[in-house]
């Protein structure tokens, strides 16, 4: 007999979409359960998100998880993009009416998120195996997994799918229900983390004749800098000093120079665009990347999870005050317009900044004269600053 246990929503995932999910639930005065199979120790210190959106930043704030990301997190009130050599400065502080973003890394924010979950008596049950999700078409949904050796069965009211692009919510919903979007692009990002005091006190966005560059930075000591490479790329063949010289090559700038120092940590990561359509079947509710991936060029991906589970919590929030399925119907349908204007965004950053192996020189020059109308448009700019600061709330 599996070890029985009983809650009101059933998270699965430990990441940004199932940790804000669950506090918020708690907030509202809701239980939830969270199940993640990773270790603790893992996520939270694995190499994410570092962009912040001002209403992320306002979220997580009003949670009362926001004390040291404000300590700590860096208030940028613009970004630079660099082509033929120049920087040209996109300042979201006077384009936006006053709206920034925040530098803090996503491991920060998991840290902070499970201290309040543990704090305030929540349920966050990591390195669990096996598992599953049952009968989410009726309404006893089930989740089902090993925990210490012991089979456990959680019986729910909702399951939240919030365990990312590669987890087992999505994959569970019997085919022919959800419609797949997907683009993937020929290239990928290779990140570093470095010590080294950022060389700008902004974000720089580089388009370079070899292909992207993005300088970015964790805190006044750590830099994060990017190059756009193969997807398929092998990281064992580019040592510190090869990835070194090819960000000074890219990020070259009259009268600018690049500060390095020690490589700390180096990946590839891949890029694609993907969203599964509607976000919801019967009682399991998809959130996160679990439903939609963005390359990170628009640094959306955690901002986008996060603003699912807002829309998420407040329509259950609706469904246990009113006994109203109403929100949790139109959950899907909110969701995805914002999804979409965000991945219009995310696809059109990475369009305009990198190099493409099928380009002709027809694309390339019109790359070169988007990226000037962007800077010398007041009306493009604009645009540019109110998707990367972020989008309304509906
Ligand atoms: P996550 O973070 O992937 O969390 C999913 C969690 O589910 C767990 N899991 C399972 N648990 C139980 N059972 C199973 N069978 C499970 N399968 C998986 C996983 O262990 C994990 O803990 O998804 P979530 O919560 O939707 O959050 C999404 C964000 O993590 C992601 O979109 C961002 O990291 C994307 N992203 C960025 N987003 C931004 O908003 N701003 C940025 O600046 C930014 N930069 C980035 C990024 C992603 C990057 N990479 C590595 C993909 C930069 C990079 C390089
Ligand atoms: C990061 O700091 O990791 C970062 C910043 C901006 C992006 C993507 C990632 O667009």
Known sequence: MPVSLRTQVGIVGAG????????????????????ENRSRQYSEQRVRAGVLEQGTVDLLTQMGVGERMKSEGLVHHGIELRFGGRGH??????????????????HEV????????IATGGQVLFEVEDVS??????????????????????????????DGFHGI??????????????????FGW?????????????????????????????????????????PDENIDLWSDETIWQELQTRLASNGWTLTEGKILQKGVTGMRSFVVEPMQYGRLFLAGDSAHIV????????NLAVADVQILARALKHFYSTGSYDLLHNYSEVCLRRVWKVQRFSWWMTSMLHRFPEENPFDHRRQLAELDYVTSSRAAAKTLAENYVGLPME
Do not use: W
């Not at 940004?16 to 199940?35: E, Q, R, T």
């Not at 400065?89 to 996503?106: H, M, P, S, V, W």
């Not at 998991?110 to 979950?117: E, S």
């Open 16 to 35: 940004p979409a199932g940790l804000v999910l669950s506090h918020l639930l708690y907030l509202k005065g809701i239980d939830s359960v969270v199940i």
């Open 89 to 106: 400065r996109i300042d979201f502080q006077e384009l936006t009416g006053g709206k920034g973003i925040t530098i803090y890394a996503q």
């Open 110 to 117: 998991l840290k902070d998120l499970n201290n309040a979950r």
């Open 133 to 162: 999700v049952h009968d989410f078409d009726g309404d006893q949904p089930k989740i089902r997994y090993q925990k210490d050796g012991d089979a456990c069965e959680l019986t729910c009211d909702f399951i939240a799918g919030c």
């Open 169 to 186: 919510c999505r994959p569970s919903v019997p085919s022919g229900i959800f419609t797949h979007y997907d683009r993937e692009y020929p």
């Open 190 to 230: 290779l990140g570093i983390l470095a010590e080294a005091p950022p060389s700008s006190n902004e974000l720089i966005y580089t388009y370079h004749d070899r292909g992207f560059a993005l300088l970015s930075m964790r805190s006044p000591n750590i830099s994060r800098l990017y190059l756009q490479c193969r």
């Open 295 to 302: 390359p990170p060029t628009g640094a959306k991906g955690l």
